[in-house]
């Protein structure tokens, strides 16, 4: 007996088990052989396989097939690989034909596939078409008179047993039904009989199944017939290539040696250094030998679609790559490994990254979509259930309301998304020191246990932030195809599955601060300062690096992070070489290094951790800093060839890696011990290699994010308001609008209010002003901000009334330009308490608009002037801080002397002068950021500013246990604490914290 029809997890909201669970139980029932048959999709694929391989099961490939129109149903079960293509089509057709119909969809697509059917009338259809079609015996078998058996036997089809299983256990039916009650919006007690799986929807035994089917043997012995002729064990397509046709024929490796030539003149001049000529033939003769050369290409023709993009990633460590403009970083110059990219042993496929402007990214892959049709797709996300959304959903069936749901799941943490395996959510919640207030009476005891066992379902597809695969046949011949939400098309793969498969995908991926960049520049050109950008070179210029030393980086891409400004000062350098150090070296597991490194940076002597790494790691003071680092000590030190050395660096980032990690170690080890290394040493340098084993960077991607850095740096310092004004407007950043302003402020510009007469939607920067956009207007709509302009570039607006009979914005839009100073230059003299009363004289009296029949025959009543109302300065500035989200002429910080008389504050500014003493000050609070500890306790890294300055304070878990609660974005609070100074960089070390008296009615 084999299980020819088992759903795991990926039979979304109605599977329970992840699909590694079902193998691992398979095994242990005593199956060898597995049928895994998720419903309208291959969404586990790959994991499938491998965990076959793990537990010695040979696996059976197949889908179950519905009909959305009816409730009729197939599963399909590949035999050969033609069979293979052909359910990958019908999948696809099952998710992108509005018209899809089961009956006649298989018909053409059968070639390949052992079809099962219970519906006696597709069994005739389908046999009589030349389908090898199979009678399915439910998991209560049906009597031998039904309609299935007699038709089956009339035509002669074979019957087989197909129990079927949703889950693994009895135990498991609760989860079953919560995940359908979730996916239905009903409560678990309303489902019908044919909304959830019967309770014998378990993986049962062998020996279950045949007491089972007891009635019917003949389907047993037809199941074990039919499952020996299953002989497809998955798909095997090697590296598979996106296409690429010369117009005059030429093959992709010569048109890829032209390329790499003419711009290697370009960038180097028509005669070629030594070097470059040597590297380039170099990558050639290898991207040419690995079949990667239509590859570069195809990348060439869709970066040329965008005039600025950061290439990225380990690829731009390849020269061909610069000398096609698909990254910027000379590889030669930066001295930048090209093996992390590409060798010889390399088995599984590289991609190249490339970055577009966020507002151009879409149209980019429009056009690629048009050129490759059907050949193209992009690659899905996996989107589970996390313990937040899972609570949410439960709490949800048991009927609680959003207000109740909203005060327990806004205390869950963020880093409960790293690994959810074995999480007891009610005891982890009731133990975190921000919800110890928190009252969780029944129902949620019973909520939380539920939510526990469905973490980790897969709940939904969604799109990867740039993946596209392009291939030389239609993409659903490989893998089914479906269409996201947004409506592009998807694969049924998330990226790790699609690189097992061999699906080469190009990233390309949207970028905030390249479009900072873009508009800053035009910002300049529209105000006569004219930048040649092919003779830029930021990296070189002495004030740029200065300030990058100095820590005045917000807003600079990759280097505005609290954490990377504190190490910019404590490092004291500013150069492009370092910043490349530092843009990878602040990882979260490299905490102990950094320190290291600073010391050795100012001087301090040291000897590399073994004279095997001596070269490998001399220009990063004998740290690893870099991914490859980790790639180039393997081969250094245990003699591994570059590819396993690439797969162990490749294998850290993995979720499941401790068994392939211990395998490895032991390889290293032996290794090592070959060369000499002692057991200590085989210890500390492996502990070093594993500090890479989170979030980290190549010295590629390194390089390329330093390089647009540097341009956002250079900007920053020459052009400070264009800059910020680019900042702003396009939303990017580690931090808010509010923080923005105000460092644009502290470095001496002038924040304009937005005004209907100056303003464009985006802000701008001329000279030492930034005027603000009308997109920084709360309320105010698209069309009334294109209406502005429009009517503006006709004629300026002369009054009130006049921009109110042309633009006719709706009452909260016109109260919140009243209220942000947009009509303050229009009403010279008069407060805003004053304009908002000749508003609604206005619209007591407006005349209807032009287009518009008149609603009424009198004429508007007579203009009376205002009175000389008195306007609340501490009101003006609430109302203008509610709708902009800041103040435009002062810091909010400003407006609280009276709380802060008597208090013996100091201001942030002057913080470094207090270095091993406690004070008091007093800050806004702007972005923070939770970690945890080495013991696994919450601490909290936080940023605050007033008026001055901005300053880095630490709440460790002692403090951060007793205040956290206190703890909101977006107020003012007194904070008593110790200064304390690393290598010059100064931060406050918090005890106590106080909200300043009133502060949430303040503003």
């Known amino acids: 007996m084999i299980p020819l029809t088992v759903r795991s997890g990926y039979s979304l909201m109605w599977g329970t088990a992840p699909i590694k669970e079902v193998c691992r139980v398979a095994r242990q029932q005593g199956y060898d052989r597995l049928a895994l048959t998720d419903t309208d999709n291959l969404y586990g694929l790959w994991h499938f396989l491998d965990a076959c391989r793990r537990n010695d099961i040979t696996p059976v490939v197949g889908a179950e097939l519905t009909d959305p129109a009816t409730t009729d149903r197939a599963v399909l079960l590949v035999k050969n690989p033609e069979g293979y293509k052909n359910l990958c089509r019908l999948i696809t057709a099952r998710h992108l034909e509005p018209d899809f119909k089961l009956e006649t969809a298989i018909a053409r697509h059968a070639d390949g596939l052992a079809v099962l059917t219970r519906n006696p009338c597709h069994l005739k259809q389908w046999h009589e078409s030349g389908v090898a079609v199979y009678g399915a015996m439910p998991r209560r078998p049906m009597s031998l008179s039904s309609p299935l058996c007699q038709t089956a036997r009339y035509l002669n089809v074979p019957l087989v047993a197909t129990p079927g299983s949703f889950f693994l256990s009895p135990q498991d039916m609760d989860a079953h039904r919560m995940l359908r009650a979730i996916d239905l919006n009903t409560t678990v007690d309303r489902l019908g009989p044919l909304e959830a799986a019967p309770g014998e929807a378990w993986l049962a035994s062998p020996r279950e199944y045949e007491k089972r089917f007891e009635a019917c043997p003949e389907a047993l012995a037809n199941t074990r017939r039919l499952s020996e002729t299953l002989t497809f064990t998955g798909p095997e397509f090697g590296l598979v290539m996106p296409p690429w046709e010369s117009k005059t024929g030429t093959d992709p490796g010569s048109a890829l040696r032209q390329a790499a030539y003419r711009g290697a003149q370009a960038r180097y001049g028509r005669d070629l250094p030594e070097p470059v000529a040597r590297r380039l033939e170099h990558e050639l003769s290898i991207i040419i030998q690995m079949r990667f050369a239509a590859y570069f290409l195809v990348v060439q023709d869709i970066v040329r679609l965008s005039p600025r993009i950061c290439g990225r990633g380990s690829g731009a460590a390849s020269l061909v790559a610069y000398c096609l403009r ?31 402007a966020w507002d151009e990214r879409d149209t980019v892959l429009a056009a690629v979509f048009e050129r490759f049709g059907d050949h193209c797709a992009m690659v899905c996300n996996h989107v589970r259930m996390q313990p937040r959304m899972a609570v949410r959903e439960v709490a949800r069936v048991y009927g609680l309301t959003e207000a109740e749901i909203s005060r327990v799941t806004k205390k869950m943490p963020w880093f409960w998304r790293q690994d959810t395996a074995g999480l007891d959510i009610l005891r982890e919640l009731s133990e975190r020191p921000e919800s110890r207030d928190l009252d969780l009476p029944a129902p949620w005891p019973g909520i939380m246990a539920v939510a526990r066992k469905i973490c980790g379902a897969p709940r939904y597809l969604s799109v990867h932030p740039g993946g596209v695969i392009i291939t030389p046949r239609p993409v659903c011949e490989y893998v089914p195809v479906e269409r996201a939400a947004k409506g592009v098309r998807i694969i049924q793969w998330e990226k790790d599955q699609a690189e097992d498969a061999g699906l080469v995908k190009i990233d390309l991926l949207g970028n905030r601060s390249l479009a900072v960049i873009r508009d800053a520049i035009y910002n300049l050109r529209s105000n006569n300062h004219l930048l040649d950008e092919s003779t830029w070179a930021p990296e070189d210029d002495f004030a740029t690096q200065e300030a990058v030393s100095q820590g005045k980086t917000m807003g600079c891409f990759y280097i505005e992070s609290p954490a990377t400004r504190l190490l910019q000062k404590k490092s004291r350098v500013g150069d492009f070489e370092h910043l490349v150090i530092h843009s990878s070296i602040i990882r979260p597991a490299a905490n102990d290094y950094i320190q290291e490194y600073l010391r050795r940076l100012h001087g301090a002597s040291w000897d590399p951790i073994h004279p095997l790494l001596a070269d490998v790691l001399d220009e990063t003071f004998g740290i690893m800093v870099y991914q490859e680092d980790v790639s180039r000590a393997a081969v250094s030190v245990a003699g591994f060839s570059h590819a396993d050395a690439d797969g162990l660096r490749k294998v850290m980032s993995k979720k499941d890696k401790d068994h392939v990690l211990a395998d490895f170690y032991r390889r290293f080890a032996d290794g090592a011990a070959k060369n000499g290394v002692t057991p200590e040493k085989i210890r500390e340098i492996w502990r070093m290699m594993m500090s890479f084993s989170g979030y980290s960077f190549c010295k590629p991607h390194s390089a390329s994010y330093a390089r647009v850095s540097f341009q956002a740096a250079w900007l920053k310092t020459h052009y400070p308001a264009a800059f910020m004004a680019a900042v702003i407007s396009n939303q990017g950043g580690f931090y808010s609008t509010f923080a923005y302003v105000s460092e644009a402020r502290r470095s001496g510009i002038t924040i304009l209010a937005p005004d209907v007469n100056a303003s464009d939607i985006r802000w701008q920067g001329n000279g030492n002003t930034i005027r603000v956009g009308l997109s920084a207007v709360g309320h105010l709509s698209l069309k009334t901000m294109e209406k502005t302009l429009a009517h503006r570039k006709a004629a300026r607006f002369t009054g009130l009334e006049d921009y109110m009979d042309r633009v006719r914005p709706d009452e909260p839009e016109a109260q919140a330009l009243i209220q942000s100073g947009a009509f303050d230059a229009l009403c010279p003299g008069r407060s805003r308490s004053m304009i908002r009363w000749q508003w609604a004289c206005w619209k007591n009296n407006r005349p209807p608009a032009s287009s518009s ?60 002068r207090y270095a091993g003493k406690r004070v008091c000050v007093a800050g806004w609070l702007i972005t923070g950021k939770v970690v945890r500890t080495k013991n696994g306790d919450p601490m909290e890294f936080l940023t605050f500013e007033d008026e001055t300055d901005i300053f880095e304070a630490t709440f460790f878990p002692k403090t951060y246990t007793r205040f956290c609660h206190m703890i909101d974005r977006g107020s003012p609070f007194l904070l008593w604490g110790t200064v304390e100074t690393n290598w010059g960089a100064v931060t406050l070390t918090v005890e106590k914290i106080e909200g300043l008296p009133d502060y949430n009615n303040r503003l």
């Open 326 to 356: 698909i990254t910027n970083v000379c590889p030669i110059k930066h001295n930048l490994y090209f093996e992390r990219f590409l060798n010889p042993g390399r088995k599984d496929a590289p991609d190249i990254d490339v970055d577009f």
């Open 853 to 912: 029949p008149l609603l009424f025959d009198t004429a508007p009543g007579p203009v009376v002037p205002p009175p000389q109302i008195t306007e609340d300065p501490l009101e003006r500035y609430r109302q203008e801080f509610s709708v902009l989200g800041f103040l435009c002429d002062t810091h909010p910080m400003t407006l609280y002397k009276t709380e802060l008389e008597g208090r013996q504050t100091i201001k942030a500014k002057h913080l470094g």
